[in-house]
Nanobody, 121 residues
């Protein structure tokens, strides 16, 4: 079974920083795109940042210049460095990855359980 596990969430003051990590484990052949989504109170789940296996990135307009996504392919891990955090960044952050498991040649999306990020003074 393929699993994604996030870590690094918590409580931070406005202007502070956090780094989220997400590691994929299990019977994995390949990992293609990886990304971070978030869902704040009363909001829809939205894409925060994504990164391809080749390192190309994209960001939501609301986080450009503040957040940086990166990955370590050897560790099957994706990171989200979040700087200059704002109260509007408060949300549950979910890791997502497009993965080919050993049990099936068709890639599929996998989701982590989410990690809470709260930005408040």
């Amino acid at each position: 079974q393929v699993q994604l596990v996030e870590s690094g969430g918590g409580l931070v003051q406005p202007g502070g920083s956090l780094r989220l990590s997400c590691t994929a484990s299990g019977s994995i052949v390949s990992i293609y795109t990886m990304g971070w989504y978030r869902q704040g109170p009363g909001n829809q789940r939205e894409l925060v940042a994504g990164i391809t296996s080749g390192g190309s990135t994209n960001y939501a307009d609301s986080v450009k210049g503040r957040f940086t996504i990166s990955r370590d392919n050897a560790k099957n891990t994706v990171y989200l460095q979040m700087n200059v955090l704002k109260p509007d960044d408060t949300a549950v952050y979910y890791c997502n990855a497009l993965i080919t498991p050993r049990t099936n040649p068709r890639p599929a999306n996998y989701w982590g359980q989410g990690t809470q990020v709260t930005v408040s003074s």
